[in-house]
């Protein structure tokens, strides 16, 4: 029963619990104060498309499986803000793709991922 559980649910209407707080990330400016704060903590950017299936998919793993107040998480809705992940992509020199988590730490990427890789990454 628990793996069945686990796939369907329990027949419960209460709402999955996401442990994620995000910081929208709508300004290409915003990138120089990630890098900033990148120095005393830890920034990570997930890059989301909001069209695709795998992209929903990761991200709602990605919420449930994180929990960390040691990092600032900031959400990238791709399609909206193209030109915020075209910089990202020129800025970090990490191909684009989507899904795709960048983690920054004292203004480089230290770890990135895209699709399924991304729950590999160790926060």
Known sequence: MGLL????GDGSSEPLRVTVQWIPLTDIRELDMIVAKSH????AIFKHS????????????FERANSNDEIDFYYL???????VSDE?????????ESPQLLVIKNGEVVAHGSHHEIMNIAL
């Open 88 to 96: 990202i992509a020129t800025r970090f020199q990490v191909w684009h």
């Open 50 to 61: 909001t069209r695709c299936g795998v992209s929903s998919s990761v991200l709602n793993r």
């Open 5 to 8: 559980k686990s796939l369907f």
């Open 77 to 83: 809705d791709l399609l909206s803000y193209r030109a």
């Open 40 to 43: 005393d903590k830890t920034q």
